[in-house]
């Protein structure tokens, strides 16, 4: 099944910080549809919600159905959804440790 | 075929209006997953109904108020169909006494149906909807809401918590395309309204401006019409189906 290339593609990027980032700032803008919105705009350090990225708790829903879609990661409640969605590094540090982990 | 290969959940779907429900979404080509919680028999008679209609359908038998089981049913559902595009949180309970007399096992459990049913079932279909952005969420309330009744104050309660909870959840949904309304029947003629005495009949019908009960199929009607696509706009909603009495 294709399931098993794209689970050796997403390995790659899973061990790559960069390209890590790289795909889930691609994911974020794909997701939320977000206009005018490039890959190279996107700071790996800004945080995503309010006055960074200006994201609210709406498109984190989205965001979290994304990722439990692709990576099989689940951000199980709120508290961990503030850490996780902290900036697109915080996410990327907190899909790796999990990915690991399941 | 309104509803052709649209994939739809009724909860409390082997009697009454729920029945209703599930065969009007079964007509237009619907798959249909039909939960029920433990009358095996009226549940193998809709069954029966359902195979003359369609071959794509799920009886689901599950206690709405159990987290462990909606979580176990809608997985079951998402495992044979991928995805659900509707969702009608039909299920409920009446436990009718005047609040002096009304002990905390009928309180608890009419709201743990009802209104904890809606939500237990609600939240484990919503990923499913999110991720596609469509979904229709409609939930049945009831008069005794709007209008309170004396001997239901834990189902008035239930019910009015739904109309809250369908209020809340269109707003966090909206953005997602997905619609969340209620239903509100007045007094239908099914099972419950029949075995009634010819005097309270007859009092219920002198309330009814119609001067007549409504008709499962009219409940029917409406749901169908806030899960088609015309109904896209509308969110938040609770839409009265009454002959009147409200």
């Keep these: 099944m294709k399931k098993n290339k794209r689970n050796n593609e997403l390995e790659e990027i ?11 700032k691609k994911m974020i803008i794909e997701t939320l549809k977000l206009e005018n919105v490039t890959v190279g705009e996107i700071d790996s350090y800004v945080p995503l919600f309010r006055k960074g990225l ?13 990722i439990e879609k692709i990576f099989n990661v689940i951000i199980e409640d709120e508290e961990v959804g503030k850490t996780a969605f902290a900036s697109v590094d915080a996410l990327s540090n907190f899909i790796q440790k999990k990915y690991k982990q399941g | ?36 919680s433990s009358d095996d028999k009226s549940a193998s008679s809709t069954e029966a109904e359902l195979k003359r209609l369609t071959t794509k359908f799920i009886l689901l038998k599950a206690d709405v108020s159990s987290g ?12 044979q169909w991928e995805y659900v595009d509707i969702l009608v949180n039909n299920a409920g ?8 007399f009304l002990d905390e096992k009928d309180w608890d459990r009419v709201l743990e149906v009802n209104l904890k049913g809606t939500y237990l079932c609600s939240r484990a279909i919503i ?28 189902y008035s309660a239930s019910k009015g918590g739904i109309i809250s909870f369908t209020k809340s959840l269109s707003k966090e949904m909206a953005r997602l395309g997905i619609t969340v309304n209620a239903v509100c029947p007045g007094i239908i003629s099914t099972p419950m ?36 696509e015309k109904a896209g706009y509308i969110t938040g909603q609770i839409l009265t189906v009454d002959g009147g009495l409200t």
């Design chain 1, 14 to 24: 899973v061990n790559n910080s960069e390209a890590m980032c790289e795909f889930l």
């Design chain 1, 54 to 66: 200006g994201l609210d708790s709406i498109d984190a829903l989205e965001l979290v159905v994304a």
């Design chain 2, 1 to 36: 075929m309104e509803f052709k290969d649209k994939r739809v959940i009724i909860t409390g779907g082997t009697k009454g209006l729920g029945k209703a429900i599930a065969l009007s979404f079964a007509r237009e080509g619907a798959w249909v997953g039909i939960n029920y």
């Design chain 2, 193 to 228: 309204i029949e075995n009634l005495d010819q005097e309270t009949k007859s009092d219920l019908l002198n309330m009814i401006p119609m001067g007549k009960f409504g008709k499962p199929e009219d409940i029917a009607s409406m749901v169908l019409f806030l899960a088609s």
């Design chain 2, 68 to 79: 462990s089981s909606v979580r176990k049913m809608i997985n079951n559902v998402l495992d």
């Design chain 2, 127 to 154: 990923k499913t909807m999110i991720a596609r952005r469509f979904g229709r969420i409609i939930n049945i309330t009831s008069p005794s809401a709007i209008t309170g009744r004396a001997g239901q104050t834990n």
């Design chain 2, 93 to 100: 309970v009446i436990r009718d006494k005047l609040l002096m």
